[in-house]
């Protein structure tokens, strides 16, 4: 028997894979349905739909529950999630006359529910009341949604074996071991995971440790077989067989919990030949840590809540409001620039901003959005002389409260902008570093309570050059070591030059002082670049970015998501650049003190 044996497939990299795209699933349940049926209770089942380029798309349909009217269904809805869109789903249910494969255009409508995949996500369990057309209650009719990460791929595993006393193959020497390890696929086949060094003249080795990602060890199935075999190393390729054992993930963590991780290391051969055979030596666990990859849709669906703040350009150079050529002219039939930008960015984040469990919806079915009075946004400007002194200032409250500078929704910064315009006068200069400073005061008090619960973000909209290039560069570099991330998007036609410097992309940013930044917290986006494409591409585009910075930065504090507690093993990310890597023991995972 060989090492090489053309049955088993080539190793695997050694090296974690990248995490693969967010996937979640979402659960459905339904309670005091309206009853259709006059002589029997309603057979519900629930529609699912997909804002897709402005019409609703059918995605998949629940089965049909009989007789129920607080049904509770099986079917799983999978999605591929992204924070940087906004993804609209509409749930109908019905009352279904037939099999619920032959359409619902015979059913009868019991009520529908919109929401984003981000509202779900960002609550984990969403329950609403159910519409009928035209906005009326379906009486006391709930829909609940559940959402449960999938991503899978979502963590390693660092092994450590030794052996003792394993057979010695060789005539004038003792053996030299070395060990490899296999995953058995679903058809059978074995996959080879990893082979350690080979330890000379050695029937106790102790092999280096490795890591392994859970995806590469056993497919991320704790209960998948797994074969390990031992080998006497020979020069010429004709390894000798030593012996072999099975597992599974589960097994090595329970046994090693339990401080009984060893196998007999058994050669099938001898044991048929030898009547009083045992084992041809012993393998031991040594030592297995599991490392747990958290995902930005971890620190989300755990709780991590992201503040929005805007602030805005009004200085000068933006042109008298009044001129049809301002770039802050309100034209009744288009929106400008700055709001064109400033929707297109606040209705991502506005999903996940303070979101409490929320009421039913007030608004006429369908809608399009949930502004509740639980999403309040920070709304700053610079560059203007304020009321009652006029005064310049470089971080005013654009509703004139300095007491509360937040407004309801994304629709209330609209209305505060517009009420803003005609009260101040435009001047300068343009300088940033006050508004970054004040975001990262409220940044670095939250800071201070050890938890992944708050991450801030900062929408820096502005048509010119920044004047304070200097101090923009301190408040950057201090503020990537906060949970805080800028974006700044340039609007109109000005040279935008120093706004490429600050993100970062071309060389690591650093303060007048030399002191690097901790982290690239700063994207920068001309308008203009996007001036043609849809409001949902500049998000996505501005955005983009933001769920690794989230997972960098609280990795970095070796901060979990809310909810999973801390490990007996106090280390960090192996390496920087490595982002979410958090090691987890197998006592505290098994619950084996």
Same mark, same amino acid.
């Given at each position: 028997m060989s090492a090489g044996s053309e049955r088993r497939a080539a190793a695997a990299p050694r090296a974690v894979p990248a995490p693969r795209a967010s996937?979640?699933?979402?659960?459905?349940?339904?309670?005091?349905?309206?009853?259709?049926? +006059?002589?029997?209770?309603?057979?519900?089942?629930?529609?699912?739909?997909?804002?897709?380029?402005?019409?609703? *798309?059918?995605?998949?349909?629940?089965?049909?529950?009989?007789?129920?009217? /607080? +049904? *509770?269904?099986?079917?799983?809805?999978?999605?591929?999630?992204?924070?940087?869109? !906004?993804?609209?789903?509409?749930?109908? !249910?019905?009352?279904?006359?037939?099999?619920?494969?032959?359409?619902?255009?015979?059913?009868?409508?019991?009520?529908?529910?919109?929401?984003?995949?981000? %509202?779900? !996500?960002?609550?984990?369990?969403?329950?609403?009341?159910?519409?009928?057309?035209?906005?009326?209650?379906?009486?006391?009719? $709930?829909?609940?949604?559940?959402?449960?990460?999938?991503?899978?791929?979502?963590?390693?595993? #660092?092994?450590?074996?030794?052996?003792?006393?394993?057979?010695?193959?060789?005539?004038?020497?003792?053996?030299? +071991?070395?060990?490899?390890?296999?995953?058995?696929?679903?058809?059978?086949?074995?996959?080879? *995971?990893?082979?350690?060094? !080979?330890?000379?003249?050695?029937?106790?080795?102790?092999?280096? +440790?490795?890591?392994?990602?859970?995806?590469?060890?056993?497919?991320?199935? #704790? $209960?998948?077989?797994?074969?390990?075999?031992?080998?006497?190393?020979?020069?010429?390729?004709? /390894?000798?067989?030593?012996?072999?054992?099975?597992?599974?993930?589960?097994?090595?963590?329970?046994?090693?919990? #339990?401080?009984?991780? %060893?196998?007999?290391?058994?050669?099938?051969?001898?044991? %048929?030949?030898?009547?009083?055979?045992?084992?041809?030596? *012993?393998?031991?666990?040594?030592?297995?840590?599991?490392?747990?990859v958290h995902s930005f849709l971890d620190y989300i669906m755990g709780g991590c809540q992201i503040h929005f703040t805007v602030a805005i350009d009004f200085t000068a150079s933006n042109g008298d409001p009044r001129n049809s050529c301002s770039l802050h002219y309100i034209n009744p039939f288009q929106p400008n620039e700055y709001l064109q930008a400033l929707v297109a960015v606040g209705e991502i984040c506005q999903d996940y901003d303070r979101c409490g469990p929320c009421p039913p919806p007030p608004h006429h079915w369908p809608c399009s959005q949930d502004y509740d009075s639980d999403k309040r946004f920070s709304a700053l400007g610079f560059g203007a002389r304020i009321p009652p002194k006029y005064e310049v200032s470089h971080d005013f409250a654009i509703n004139f409260n300095p007491e509360d500078d937040e407004c309801e929704g994304i629709q209330g910064v609209v209305e505060a902008y517009r009420n803003c315009l005609p009260r101040v006068q435009l001047y300068g200069p343009t300088n940033v570093a006050p508004v970054i400073s004040k975001v990262a005061r409220m940044a670095a008090a939250e800071e201070s309570t050890g938890e992944a619960s708050q991450y801030y973000i900062l929408l820096v909209l502005t048509d010119g050059v920044v004047t304070d290039m200097a101090d923009a560069r301190e408040a950057i570099v201090r503020a990537s070591h906060l949970p805080m991330s800028i974006i700044i998007v340039g609007v109109g036609n000005a040279d935008f030059t120093d706004m490429q410097t600050l993100d970062g992309d071309e060389g690591i940013l650093r303060s007048p002082r030399g002191e690097p930044a901790l982290r690239d917290i700063v994207q920068f986006v001309p308008f203009r670049e996007l001036k043609s494409a849809s409001p949902a591409a500049l998000a996505k585009c501005v955005l983009a970015e933001v769920p690794r910075q989230v997972v960098e930065y609280f990795s970095y504090r070796e901060l979990p998501p809310r909810g999973l507690g801390t490990h007996t093993h106090d280390a960090g990310p192996e390496r920087a650049g490595q982002p979410g890597v958090r090691p987890v023991s197998v006592s505290s995972t098994l619950g084996v003190p």
């Amino acid at each position: 028997m060989s090492a090489g044996s053309e049955r088993r497939a080539a190793a695997a990299p050694r090296a974690v894979p990248a995490p693969r795209a967010s996937r979640v699933e979402l659960r459905l349940s339904c309670r005091h349905l309206l009853d259709r049926d +006059p002589l029997t209770k309603s057979d519900p089942s629930v529609l699912l739909l997909l804002r897709s380029q402005n019409q609703w *798309v059918q995605v998949d349909r629940t089965e049909v529950v009989r007789s129920s009217l /607080h +049904p *509770v269904f099986s079917k799983v809805f999978t999605l591929d999630y992204y924070f940087e869109e !906004v993804q609209k789903l509409r749930f109908e !249910v019905y009352d279904t006359r037939g099999p619920s494969d032959l359409g619902y255009q015979d059913d009868d409508f019991l009520g529908g529910m919109e929401c984003t995949l981000g %509202q779900i !996500v960002a609550q984990k369990k969403v329950t609403r009341a159910l519409l009928l057309r035209f906005g009326r209650n379906a009486g006391k009719s $709930t829909i609940t949604v559940t959402a449960e990460d999938i991503s899978g791929n979502n963590g390693y595993v #660092e092994l450590s074996f030794r052996a003792r006393k394993l057979d010695d193959k060789d005539l004038f020497s003792k053996s030299d +071991p070395f060990l490899e390890l296999y995953r058995v696929n679903d058809d059978g086949s074995e996959q080879l *995971v990893y082979r350690t060094e !080979v330890v000379k003249d050695n029937l106790s080795p102790v092999w280096e +440790p490795f890591k392994v990602s859970l995806n590469t060890l056993c497919s991320c199935e #704790e $209960t998948r077989p797994l074969k390990c075999l031992v080998w006497d190393h020979d020069s010429r390729g004709k /390894h000798d067989f030593i012996g072999e054992f099975s597992t599974t993930f589960e097994e090595m963590q329970k046994a090693f919990g #339990e401080d009984q991780a %060893q196998w007999d290391c058994v050669n099938a051969k001898y044991r %048929q030949k030898k009547r009083n055979y045992k084992n041809s030596g *012993v393998v031991i666990l040594a030592d297995l840590k599991s490392y747990r990859v958290h995902s930005f849709l971890d620190y989300i669906m755990g709780g991590c809540q992201i503040h929005f703040t805007v602030a805005i350009d009004f200085t000068a150079s933006n042109g008298d409001p009044r001129n049809s050529c301002s770039l802050h002219y309100i034209n009744p039939f288009q929106p400008n620039e700055y709001l064109q930008a400033l929707v297109a960015v606040g209705e991502i984040c506005q999903d996940y901003d303070r979101c409490g469990p929320c009421p039913p919806p007030p608004h006429h079915w369908p809608c399009s959005q949930d502004y509740d009075s639980d999403k309040r946004f920070s709304a700053l400007g610079f560059g203007a002389r304020i009321p009652p002194k006029y005064e310049v200032s470089h971080d005013f409250a654009i509703n004139f409260n300095p007491e509360d500078d937040e407004c309801e929704g994304i629709q209330g910064v609209v209305e505060a902008y517009r009420n803003c315009l005609p009260r101040v006068q435009l001047y300068g200069p343009t300088n940033v570093a006050p508004v970054i400073s004040k975001v990262a005061r409220m940044a670095a008090a939250e800071e201070s309570t050890g938890e992944a619960s708050q991450y801030y973000i900062l929408l820096v909209l502005t048509d010119g050059v920044v004047t304070d290039m200097a101090d923009a560069r301190e408040a950057i570099v201090r503020a990537s070591h906060l949970p805080m991330s800028i974006i700044i998007v340039g609007v109109g036609n000005a040279d935008f030059t120093d706004m490429q410097t600050l993100d970062g992309d071309e060389g690591i940013l650093r303060s007048p002082r030399g002191e690097p930044a901790l982290r690239d917290i700063v994207q920068f986006v001309p308008f203009r670049e996007l001036k043609s494409a849809s409001p949902a591409a500049l998000a996505k585009c501005v955005l983009a970015e933001v769920p690794r910075q989230v997972v960098e930065y609280f990795s970095y504090r070796e901060l979990p998501p809310r909810g999973l507690g801390t490990h007996t093993h106090d280390a960090g990310p192996e390496r920087a650049g490595q982002p979410g890597v958090r090691p987890v023991s197998v006592s505290s995972t098994l619950g084996v003190p």
